[in-house]
């Protein structure tokens, strides 16, 4: 099983960047997906998710209306698109996999992912 992120860098205050999640080893499609963020000395904590259909997204309320989940099934690969960002933004970005039988009500937490990507790391300056 693997989950390469990429997309991560420097970016000036009200920019833009996308991160990519490229998975494999494992039934993509079967799959809840979700973006956690972990900022230094902080602990990591929930950004985005996305149901296995694509069909309902979430996101926390610090991202909200900056911050787009979307996935290509077809390329077994899930996005989050963020715009405005701040630089309170800063922070390592993982993508992980939920199995698409858990509960959507753990979707939000950390024990609710059953794979975890190395993470990419975005930096805002103000």
């Known amino acids: 099983v693997q989950l390469q992120a990429s997309g991560g860098g420097l970016v000036q205050a009200g920019g833009s960047l996308r991160l990519s999640c490229a998975a494999s080893?494992?039934?993509?499609?079967?799959?809840?997906m979700g973006w956690f963020r972990q900022a230094p000395g902080k602990e990591r904590e929930f950004a985005a998710a996305?149901?296995?259909?694509?069909?309902?997204?979430f996101l926390a309320d610090s991202v909200k209306g900056r911050f787009t989940i979307s996935r290509d099934n077809g390329k077994n690969t899930v996005y989050l698109q963020m715009n405005s960002l701040k630089p309170e933004d800063t922070a390592v970005y993982y993508c992980?996999?939920?199995?698409?039988?858990?509960?959507?009500?753990?979707?939000?937490?950390?024990?609710?992912?059953?794979?975890w990507g190395q993470g990419t790391l975005v930096t805002v300056s103000s």
């Open positions: 992980a996999a939920s199995r698409s039988s858990r509960s959507i009500a753990t979707i939000r937490g950390i024990l609710g992912y059953d794979y």
């Open positions: 996305i149901t296995w259909s694509g069909g309902s997204t």
């Open positions: 080893g494992f039934t993509f499609s079967s799959y809840h």
